[in-house]
C-alpha cells in the first residue's frame, strides 16, 4: 500500500548486470556480488544454475532461503537482498544486491517493500530451482509478537508470500531477512 506522497518512479535505479540493462527475456537485472565483494557473473539466473550445477557435482544438497531488509538513513532507506544457499550439514553462502531509494515510507510501506523485492527474486529463479528440485523459502523481516512494530505488516506479507506459492517464514526463523540481510544494511 503506498501513500499518497511516494512515487515508485523516484526510487534510485539500480545498477545493471549487463550493457543492455536486461536479460534476454527483457527483464532488469540487478547488480549481485558474493560477501567477499566479489561480483556475480552474467544474469542472476545463469549465476544460480552454474552454483546448482557446482554443488550438487560437490554432492551437497541445497536449499535456498531469500530474504530483504532495509534501514533508513535520513531521506534514504537502503535495501539489502540475500539469496542464501545452505548446504546440508555444510554451511551456506549467499548472493547479494544493494540499493536505495529517496522514497518516505512507513513502516509497514517498507517492510511489504521488503517483501516485494524478495518475492521478485524468488519468482525469477523458482522454476530453475523446481527443475534442480532444489527447495525455496521467502524470509520476511517481521515479528510474529504483536508487541512489536512490524507485526501489523505480518498478515499481509505472510499472504502475499504464500499466495505466490512459496514457502514463509517469519522472525524468529527468517535469518535471511533478519540475520543476513540486516547485516548489510
Not at 535456498?64 to 548446504?87: H, N, P, W
Not at 501489523?152 to 531477512?177: H, N, Q, T, V, W
Amino acid at each position: 500500500m503506498a501513500s499518497s506522497n511516494s512515487n515508485p518512479n523516484d526510487a534510485v535505479p539500480p545498477k545493471r548486470d549487463d550493457a543492455q540493462g536486461a536479460s534476454p527475456e527483457g527483464h532488469p537485472t540487478l547488480t549481485w556480488r558474493r560477501f567477499n565483494g566479489q561480483p556475480v557473473r552474467g544474469t542472476l539466473q545463469e549465476a544460480v544454475e552454474r552454483t546448482l550445477v557446482r554443488e550438487r557435482k560437490l554432492g551437497n544438497q541445497l536449499k535456498v532461503c531469500i530474504g530483504t531488509d532495509s534501514q533508513v538513513y535520513g531521506k534514504v532507506t537502503e535495501f539489502a537482498t540475500v539469496i542464501v544457499f545452505l548446504r546440508e550439514g555444510r554451511g551456506g553462502f549467499m548472493f547479494i544486491h544493494n540499493d536505495k531509494t529517496r522514497n518516505p515510507m512507513s513502516i509497514k510501506e517498507r517492510l511489504l517493500t521488503e517483501v516485494s523485492r524478495s518475492i521478485q527474486v524468488a519468482y525469477s529463479i523458482c522454476d530453475l530451482l523446481d527443475r534442480y528440485k532444489v527447495d525455496l523459502e521467502v524470509h520476511a523481516d517481521i515479528n510474529t509478537n504483536p508487541q512489536f512494530k512490524s507485526n501489523p505488516a505480518l498478515s499481509e506479507a505472510m499472504g502475499y508470500i504464500l499466495s505466490m506459492g512459496f514457502a514463509f517464514k517469519a522472525k524468529p526463523d527468517a535469518f535471511a531477512s533478519s540475520s543476513c540481510a540486516n547485516k548489510l544494511v
